[in-house]
């Protein structure tokens, strides 16, 4: 082949193996046009609060109680759930919220605009609820309302020029917030809103998280800030009750989107970054009181929905953690089973969109009708725990159906990149050294079959970047399979019987777990440093 011509095909080829990471692995998990469920009709609470202490460790609120006396008597004193909530990387604020109040993971395709945004609308409870006010930052609160057709969302947000890192009065940026929502209420001008039911106020208090990066978690300034932040929820709840005139229809919820690692930084999988406080009191929680909860982050969407009576966001992949919630009863379990049936209803629409366009294609063997019936008889049970758990089950299968779903022609797909990736280097080769090669019956085989998976997936109706994998293989298999038929059958088939060849295959197989292996223990980078270093002393003396 002509070089000028090679080199732009192997340059093509490249970009098309540098693109199929994004186009096959980071892709968005969300689906529209899903119907709702509503969660129940006799609802624990008219309005729920939502503290979010931006950066708040767990152990930096639970291991110094004394530290926070309003929080403390809350857990001590007050029927009350408290303890983990534990999040998912990537551990940075937008997620987190997302999980909180949408009830879903990371958008793994959010990687192409740097975790700063999501790049498919999405549901949450503010959504669905009669009314939300927000009122803290001005890169979280906006977020949920960006693109979303609603306008029964009141936020406030200070000017972005304050929330300067550094800045040792980042506190107040929380008592930012407790002003503007006492002027709020004392204004009353959404008179009418406030006294709805199902509506939901957010507090998003940031200066833990600044104080954080700052000064360090370990610090006094984050530890004072911790102090601040009861105070502030302390007078917040009072300013609420005072409003209400104690009506006992408010549920509490405060938690933090993620933690914070002792260099104050955030983003990984650390158990300091990914373990956040929970505590939930108020009129939701009648009479359970648990000071060891261990839920995930997501499912603080569905218990949110469940306390307000809303219909369950429809991308929550949250299950509503029943085994913390008293007492367990017909409408308890009711509630449970509209999860199932919302986190159902998402399989099914990657189901319908798979199998529109699939040619051969294995559903996921859920038995849901199977299930349907034991719930509508009710029968065989001996109580409701194993209603409950029976429940719980089918919703874990669910998740896995989800999932397959999810990654249907992933495994297709990347063996077809995996051979686009072996035959490009092939045909460097054959360029390398253009050596006349016997025509094989192989390849030929080879070639037909890149053809046919091109032309399957173009039945498929499969995005057209799908079929740049086939369309890399065909090309570099036409030009290059007869080369490295024989290439195999002289290098492979005719030195397999020496001891060198298994030595060499042994080193090449070592050489690559030098790649892998710094990806999960670090340390092992050192050795090849210090083989470099090694490597310079011989040269320098040389
Ligand atoms: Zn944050």
Redesign the pocket.
């Known amino acids: 082949m002509e070089t000028k011509r090679f080199i732009i095909l192997l340059l093509l080829s490249h970009l098309v193996l540098f693109y199929s990471i994004f186009d096959v692995y980071f892709t968005s998990p969300i689906n529209h046009g899903m119907p709702v469920y509503r969660s129940t009709q006799t609802p624990r609470a008219k309005r729920l609060v939502l503290f979010v202490a ?2 708040l460790r767990s152990d930096k609120l639970f291991q110094q109680l004394n530290n926070t006396p309003y929080l403390n008597s809350i857990i001590q004193n007050r029927t009350s759930l408290s303890g983990i909530s534990h999040t998912r990387v990537p551990t ?2 937008r997620p ?1 919220h997302v999980a909180i109040i949408s009830g879903f993971y990371e958008d793994i395709s959010a990687v192409t605009r740097g975790w700063k945004e999501n790049p498919v609308e999405f549901d949450s409870i503010f959504n669905r609820s009669t009314y939300a006010f927000g009122f803290g930052s001005p890169d979280i609160v906006p977020m949920f309302k960006r693109g979303q057709s609603y306008e029964h969302f009141y936020i406030e947000c200070y000017h972005s020029d304050n929330e300067e890192f550094g800045n040792d009065r980042a506190h107040e940026l929380d008592l930012w917030v407790e002003r503007k929502f006492e002027k709020f209420l004392l204004n009353n001008t959404l008179k009418n809103e406030l006294n709805k039911d199902k509506i939901i106020f957010f507090f998003h208090l ?1 200066g833990i ?1 600044t104080n954080g990066h700052s000064y360090k978690p370990w610090s006094d300034v984050y530890m004072k800030n911790i102090h601040i932040v009861d105070g502030i929820t302390q007078r917040l709840e009072n300013l609420i009750e005072n409003y209400y005139k104690h009506d006992q229809k408010t549920t509490y919820v405060f938690t933090s ?2 933690g914070m690692t002792d260099w104050g930084s ?1 983003g990984a999988g650390d158990d300091t970054e990914t373990l956040t406080p929970l505590l939930v009191w108020g009129s939701g929680i009648r009479s359970s009181h648990h000071t060891d909860v261990h839920i995930e982050q997501a499912d603080l969407c569905p218990l949110m929905s469940y306390f307000l009576g809303l219909d369950y966001s429809i991308n929550s992949v949250g299950r509503l953690p029943i085994d913390y919630l008293l007492p367990v009863d017909e409408d308890l379990l009711q509630a449970y089973l509209q999860n199932a049936r919302q986190l159902l209803e998402q399989v099914h629409k990657q189901y319908d969109l798979l199998k529109k366009r699939l040619l051969f294609f294995k559903p996921y063997n859920l038995n849901e009708e199977k299930f349907f019936e034991r719930m509508e008889k009710v029968e065989g049970y001996m109580n409701l725990y194993q209603i409950r758990d029976d429940i719980k089950d089918f919703m874990r299968h669910v998740a896995l159906a989800s999932h397959y779903y999810h990654t249907y022609r992933r495994f297709l797909l990347s063996i077809l990149i995996t051979i686009g990736f072996l035959t490009s280097i092939c045909t460097t080769l054959y360029q390398l050294n253009p050596m006349r090669s016997l025509s094989s019956s192989i390849a030929l085989l080879c070639k037909i079959v890149s053809i046919l998976i091109f032309i399957l997936l173009l039945i498929e109706q499969s995005p057209w970047t799908h079929l740049l994998y086939p369309t890399l293989v065909c090309i570099h298999t036409w030009i290059s399979a007869n080369f490295a038929m024989n290439w195999i059958h002289q290098k492979v088939f005719n030195q397999i019987k020496y001891f060198s060849f298994w030595l060499n295959i042994f080193m090449i197989g070592i050489f690559l777990q030098t790649y892998i292996l710094p990806f999960f223990h670090r340390w092992t980078m050192s050795i090849g440093v210090f083989l470099l270093f090694i490597d310079a002393i011989r040269r320098w003396q040389g």
């Open positions: 931006d950066g940075e604020s987190g940031l998280d989107d993620h955030h």
